[in-house]
């Protein structure tokens, strides 16, 4: 006799109304998202164009939330016939469906806005190409529980043996909290951000927007600035403006790092279980990663010498992907220890990975070679911007030993390490990337030589995974070539899988 | 280097002996047909022929007899870029070649700039063989291999005959863990 519960999915039905919050509160986000800088650029404008800020807000919020009306109307999901089946989309209306025995996940998560209204969104993991993902975007929790259990238990029914076999370890769902991301940590990660990067970033957006700013106000910057008496006497000659400039900028800079830091990084959570690594972290919106164990293709860890002053590192466990989504497959964990980095390592590797009892050098002649080059080119530059542009000559006479330099340090970073299952490989000059992968888990192998290396027993190795490329220059060419071959045996000899 | 990279006896990987860079381990690599010398030919050729013709197409719009110096020593640039373009074809192509081995593929590639590359048969993706209209004139095909490392990982060997080129791909296929897509 069939239980009640047997039909609770059979017929197509609604989400939790909530729903109609969180689409809305989704579609204003990406709203913003895209256009908020042409809100900051009008919010310099003269005052008639704040009405119309007004307005559009308005339009923007009413249109949300109709939409959202709409669309929770449209979405309905239910069980029959061994599929799972969701309706939804307003203009572009779609049906998907999905066959019970493909599924291979089924979680659940919450942002801010989930957490309030008290209710989940419910994630459905597929196996194949193509949509890899359904959700339904708010569910009451019990519902949602008795939706899980109900698809895990129908996929049951469908699979072979092995398959369940799989699904009970991926079903185990005991994690074990391995690293939490403190406060502090979060303020020092976002004080020694890639300050440069973002410095560029806003130096790009001042410039870009100043111009327009003058525009409107029918007057300079530094005439606007110098109105008050206080200013024009910090600001009484030229080199102090942009000294000024240049401070404000700097300031400017280390509160955008620590904002973006703080939205990505905010209680960023690591849990290992029998699945594997999973990370959760961000403050509005809660980003989840996750890597099953044998998926994991390199094992890196960066630091820069602000975050070295800090003790702090970032993890990134590289999986298998495709090239272009390489980047955001990689899960990361910014602000562990060192001792999280040796802890996730044995996760991963085991005892393999702990004594590195060979290595080979890069051999010297790249550190002058790369200097010369980089040298050369930056006198030209330099030179080039002093000819036509009336740049400062100053400009080459620090800039040219400063590129020689940090090639030398370039060279100075460089350390590979091997022993018979993997290579760990350091490299980089401000942010330093070590990387450990394992032999048996190449794609190819490629050997190069400029002519330069033929006429000096020289080559470059190329080792490819399928995360990603990592290339070791000027090693010795008997050296290259036994690693070159080494690595083939190891890829060739077994069946193991190496995903 | 210690012993663990010494590789086992037992690991049958056949070779043989062949002149190679004496430091890197031997293999032997087949060279590509010659015809292919031809449509490398032809292929720089054309190439040379479409930048002379924008070049004499700049000089005529901007013709300036001052300037008669600049553009011969420009044309003589051209042709002597063109003219070593071709030699590095030569040079080039009896360095090119592929080596089939019980576990893996390599080809060998390149005169002044040198490249070695080997894909396990085991961690091949798929393969497809290609010919464009060129290389269908002169009878000649491609074999693209392609890997999960992404585009600089896979490995392509042009200037095959099409039969050898289809037996090539079924020897792969059979030693490779290729199955059915879903």
């Known amino acids: ?499 | 280097m210690s012993d663990f990279t010494s590789i086992p006896d037992s690991f049958f990987n056949p070779t043989v002996s062949a002149e190679d860079l004496p430091q890197m381990d031997a293999m032997l690599f087949r060279p590509l047909e010659t015809a292919y010398k031809q449509f490398l030919y032809v292929r720089t050729l054309i190439f040379w022929a479409l930048v002379f013709m924008g070049w004499i197409f700049f000089l005529l719009f901007t013709w300036n007899w001052s300037t008669l110096w600049l553009s011969v020593g420009g044309s003589g640039l051209w042709l002597s870029l063109a003219a070593f373009s071709l030699y590095a074809v030569h040079r080039g192509f009896e360095r090119k070649g592929y080596a089939l081995r019980e576990r893996d593929i390599s080809y060998r590639s390149g005169w002044l700039f040198k490249h070695w590359i080997s894909i396990p048969y085991n961690r091949i993706q798929h393969c497809e063989l290609r010919q464009g209209v060129i290389e269908s004139s002169l009878d000649l095909m491609s074999l693209n291999i392609y890997t999960a490392g992404g585009s600089s990982s896979d490995l392509t060997i042009p200037g095959l005959k099409p039969d050898i080129a289809s037996r090539i791909r079924d020897y792969i296929i059979k030693k490779s863990p290729l199955d059915e897509e879903e």
């Open chain 1, 1 to 499: 006799m069939k239980r009640s519960e047997d039909f609770e999915f059979q017929e197509p039905r609604y989400q939790s109304r909530a729903a109609i919050l969180i689409m809305a509160y989704e579609y204003i986000r990406n709203f913003i998202g895209q256009f908020w800088f042409l809100f900051l650029i009008l919010l310099f404008n003269a005052d008639f164009w704040k009405y119309i800020i007004g307005l559009v807000a308005l339009l923007v919020l009413a249109g949300s939330g109709v939409f959202s009306i709409l669309a929770f109307r449209r979405f309905t999901f239910y069980i029959r016939d061994g599929s799972f089946i969701v309706n939804k989309g307003i203009f572009r209306k779609s049906r998907k469906n999905v066959s019970l025995g493909r599924i291979q996940a089924v979680h659940t998560e919450q942002n801010i806005l989930h957490r309030i209204l008290g209710v989940l969104e419910l994630k459905v993991d597929t196996a194949g190409t193509g949509e890899k993902e359904f959700s339904i975007p708010a569910l009451e929790p019990r519902l949602a529980d008795r939706l899980r259990t109900k698809l895990l238990r129908e996929r049951a029914m469908q699979s072979t043996p092995g398959e369940q076999e799989a699904h009970h370890r991926d079903e185990d769902r005991t994690e074990d909290k391995i690293f939490a991301l403190r406060l502090i940590d979060l303020v020092k990660i976002g004080l020694s951000q890639n300050h440069f990067r973002t410095f560029g970033l806003i130096m790009a957006f001042l410039i870009g927007t100043s111009n327009r700013v003058e525009e409107f106000f029918n007057t300079s910057v530094y005439d606007y600035l110098t109105r008050s008496s206080f200013w024009k006497s910090v600001m009484s000659t030229s080199l102090s403006f942009y000294l000024f400039l240049f401070i404000g900028a700097v300031l400017l800079t280390l509160v955008v790092s620590i904002v973006l830091a703080l939205f990505r990084y905010y209680g960023l959570t690591t849990w290992k279980s029998a699945r594997g690594i999973r990370i959760e972290s961000g403050l509005l919106n809660r980003r989840v990663q996750a890597a099953p164990i044998r998926k994991v293709q390199i094992y890196s860890w960066i630091v820069n010498p602000l975050r070295k002053l800090f003790g702090l590192f970032t993890i990134v466990i590289s999986q298998a992907s495709s090239e272009e989504s390489s980047r955001s497959q990689a899960l990361s964990i910014a602000g562990a220890r060192a001792s999280h980095i040796e802890m996730i390592k044995d996760l991963i590797y085991g005892r393999i990975a702990s004594d590195w009892p060979e290595q080979v050098d890069v051999d010297f002649s790249m550190a002058w070679r790369y200097a010369l080059f980089f040298g050369l080119l930056t006198a030209l530059i330099t030179f080039l911007l002093y000819y036509f542009l009336s740049w400062t000559l100053w400009l080459m006479v620090i800039a040219v030993p400063a590129v020689v330099l940090l090639n030398f340090w370039y060279y100075y970073n460089w350390d590979i390490r091997f022993n018979a299952d993997c290579v760990t490989v350091s490299r980089g000059v401000f942010n330093v990337r070590t990387s450990v992968l394992e032999w048996y888990k190449l794609q190819s192998v490629e050997i190069s030589q400029t002519p330069y290396m033929s006429r000096n027993g020289l080559a470059n190795l190329s080792l490819y995974t399928a995360s990603g490329e990592i290339s070791l220059p000027y090693l010795n060419v008997d050296d290259a070539g036994r690693l070159y071959h080494y690595a083939l045996y190891r890829t060739e000899e077994g069946n193991r899988s190496w995903m």
